[in-house]
Nanobody, 118 residues
Framework: QVQLVESGGGLVQPGGSLRLSCAAS????????MGWYRQSPGKQRELVATITSGGSTDYADSVKGRFIISRDNAKNTMYLQMNSLKPEDTAIYYC????????????WGQGTQVTVSS
């Protein structure tokens, strides 16, 4: 089994920064692409950013220029540096990974709350 554990959420003022982490644990697997998603109350879960095993990235238009996704393949850890945060960034942020264990499976973390408010 593979587990994804997010950390780094919290309360921040508008214009502030937070850094989220997602650590994958388990055995006998490799990680293909990873991504961050978020969900606000009453809204559908939406894609925030993705990163491939080779480091190629993609971002939602709403976070381009403010968020940076990265990963450390040796540590099986992914990060999301969030800058210039806005109240509309308030959501539960979920880590996602496509894992290869001889077959491909999608895993989700439990989520971490990010609240942007003065």
């Amino acid at each position: 089994q593979v587990q994804l554990v997010e950390s780094g959420g919290g309360l921040v003022q508008p214009g502030g920064s937070l850094r989220l982490s997602c650590a994958a644990s388990g055995s006998g697997f490799s990680i293909n692409s990873m991504g961050w998603y978020r969900q606000s109350p009453g809204k559908q879960r939406e894609l925030v950013a993705t990163i491939t095993s080779g480091g190629s990235t993609d971002y939602a238009d709403s976070v381009k220029g403010r968020f940076i996704i990265s990963r450390d393949n040796a540590k099986n850890t992914m990060y999301l540096q969030m800058n210039s945060l806005k109240p509309e960034d308030t959501a539960i942020y979920y880590c996602n990974a496509i894992v290869d264990r001889g077959y491909l499976s999608r895993y989700w973390g439990q989520g971490t709350q990010v609240t942007v408010s003065s």
